[in-house]
């Protein structure tokens, strides 16, 4: 399908999302890749990653961008050649990116049973405040998105969502909180807003001392 939804956070920020119903065949049709991306893309062994990382393409598009403008540092770290700001993210049947002048994270998850098993693996600071209500998975799931979202603003790799990594308390009704990173080299404070798209969560983090 075209673009599912485009968000607009900031001024000089923007989210543009897919939700992935075409085939390999369809998305790869048009879709001009660089060499690095070709070889990515036909050494992937599932199918659902491959469709994921061709919706990413067009995401790119609907930017009004190029695969041949994305590129990665030594870190796995994503960015663009006009030096904007870029995030990505695919889960499943939906992918999204953000684009901005800040620093940015993103992440897409499907909201499922599995996260109460592994919470103990990211939850630490959080567990103060959550409750097991109705909307517990949701809950947990913000959580690890907003972290992921944080681990992928910070350029260095390395962090532990455990103990690197704290996001102050929330309901899902506020659809915003923050977050920190916090390790020797880097304490800082980030906005985090979050949203449900039909059963997967988007949680995004933004610098929030960037002028707009």
């Not at 075209?2 to 001024?11: A, M």
């Not at 304490?187 to 929030?208: M, S």
């Amino acid at each position: 399908m075209p673009l599912f939804k485009t968000i607009k956070p900031t001024n000089n920020s923007s989210i543009f999302i897919w939700k992935i119903e075409e085939s390999f065949d369809e998305l790869l049709k048009n879709t001009d890749l660089t060499d690095n991306s070709k070889e990515r893309l036909f050494s992937m062994k599932s199918e659902l990653h491959q469709r994921g990382f061709l919706s990413v393409r067009h995401l790119l598009k609907e930017a009004g961008y190029s695969d041949f403008d994305l590129f990665y540092n030594g870190n796995g770290k994503p960015h663009l050649t006009d030096n904007k700001c870029i995030s990505i993210t695919h889960s499943f049947t939906f992918s999204a990116i953000i684009i901005s002048d800040r620093e940015v994270g993103i992440d897409i998850e499907k909201n499922r049973e599995k996260i109460k098993v592994i919470q103990h693996k990211f939850v630490n600071f959080e567990r103060g405040f959550i409750h097991k209500n109705d909307d517990y998975i949701e809950q947990l799931t913000v959580i690890w998105g907003a972290k992921e979202s944080l681990y992928k603003i910070y350029p260095y790799g390395g962090l532990t969502f455990k103990n690197d990594i704290d996001i102050n308390p929330f309901q899902i009704s506020d659809r915003k909180t923050t977050g920190y990173i916090k390790v020797k080299d880097w304490d800082k404070k980030y906005d985090i807003r979050f949203e449900q798209l039909e059963n997967f969560t988007l949680v995004y983090a933004l610098d929030p001392n960037k002028d707009d």
